[in-house]
């Protein structure tokens, strides 16, 4: 059982440990904190915390620093989330109303909170409804080589340059593209995808290759834009944060760039509160070294969620007051439209 004074140590521990990012030795937590004892009481309290995982040597001889079990009790019951400072809510309001619309916003909000801050924002952006396909466009771009760009009736595009397995020229290309248009245009994503194998199987023979190869990519393609998304920004707060991650941030990146997991994480988190947290091992796979904060949206219609993504040594308060304002104000503003 951990006393009131060693869960004051364990809060002086994580927040000297995300300031510095050095082990946290008994003596300097004397110094930088006002607890009234000697550094050898101070010592039997963190073996006290030692003993209940919460803290843990790193090398020996060393300060100690929280475990994933510490920083979830120091969320819990020890961290204090301090309203954001007038300065920060108007520049909240100021950057958000000048977005020109719902998608503006949106990416406006995830560079808005990465700035507040430094680490990787992420906005679950929502499907109002399977948008539709407008248009297919196939570019020949080398001998075998073409340009796939999908146009969705709701005005986003997906591109991706494909190996066509055959030599084609650009009227051909443009043929096939228009083939492909009058094949899916107005459909929904998983109906277009039904289409596509038959229009594939059905194709002219010297023709074969290609428009297997096409329709393979506007399939994965149409996947991708059939379901919710993320906007992301400041991955390169992760890769300045390296050393928290023991050098294999790689790994983060490519989840986060992945999604799926991402949007899975969300849906388990949705029913959490207002600001729930995920630390360390309460993450699976890659992210098993990271932290997630995340809050809820809405539009009046549709929820989605709002968060960061960074080491496990963050600065949790600050973090979830930015995430919490931040996702307050989204939901006003996007349900004045």
């Known amino acids: 059982m951990v006393s009131d004074r060693g869960l004051d140590v364990l809060r002086a521990i994580v927040q000297d440990y995300v300031a510095m990012r050095e082990p946290v030795g008994s003596k300097s937590i004397v110094e930088r904190h006002a607890f009234g004892v000697s550094a050898a009481t101070i010592r039997n309290d963190m073996a006290l915390l030692e003993e209940e ?10 300060g100690r620093v929280p475990t994933d079990k510490g920083y979830r009790v120091f969320v819990d019951r020890l961290q204090r989330m301090q309203p954001l400072t007038a300065a920060q809510r108007v520049a909240i309001t100021r950057f958000l109303d000048e ?3 719902r998608d503006d916003v949106l990416a406006r909000t995830a560079r808005l909170l990465s700035s507040l801050t430094n680490q990787v924002a992420l906005v679950q952006v929502p499907m109002r409804r399977p948008a539709g396909v407008r248009r297919v466009e196939l570019v020949a771009v080398a001998e075998t080589r073409l340009l796939a ?6 005005g986003r595009v997906e591109q991706r340059v494909l190996d066509a397995q055959q030599r084609i020229e650009p009227e051909q290309a443009t043929a096939l593209g228009r083939a492909f ?16 194998s038959s229009a594939a199987a059905s194709a002219p023979p010297s ?3 290609a428009t297997s190869a096409v329709a393979t990519a506007l399939t994965e393609m149409l996947q991708a834009a059939g379901g919710d998304r993320i906007v992301m920004a400041g991955a390169s707060h992760l890769v300045r944060e390296e050393r928290d991650f023991h050098g294999r941030v790689t790994p983060v990146l490519d989840a986060i760039e992945e999604q799926v997991t991402l949007l899975r994480l969300f849906d388990e988190m949705g029913a959490e509160g207002e600001v729930a947290t995920r630390i360390g091992r309460e993450l699976s796979g890659p992210l098993g070294e990271a932290a997630v904060v995340a809050s809820t949206y809405s ?6 969620h709002v968060g960061v993504l960074g080491p496990t040594r963050m600065d949790y308060a600050g973090n979830m007051a930015a995430v919490r304002a931040v996702a307050r104000y989204l939901t006003r503003l996007l349900s004045e439209d």
């Open 149 to 154: 760009v999908l146009i969705l009736d709701s």
């Open 299 to 304: 539009d009046s219609r549709l929820e989605g």
């Open 207 to 209: 023709l074969h290759a």
């Open 53 to 62: 995982e919460l803290i843990v040597a790193p090398h020996t001889s060393s």
């Open 99 to 101: 977005a020109v619309d």
């Open 181 to 196: 248009t009058e094949t899916t245009a107005e459909l929904p994503p998983a109906e277009a995808v039904q289409r596509l």
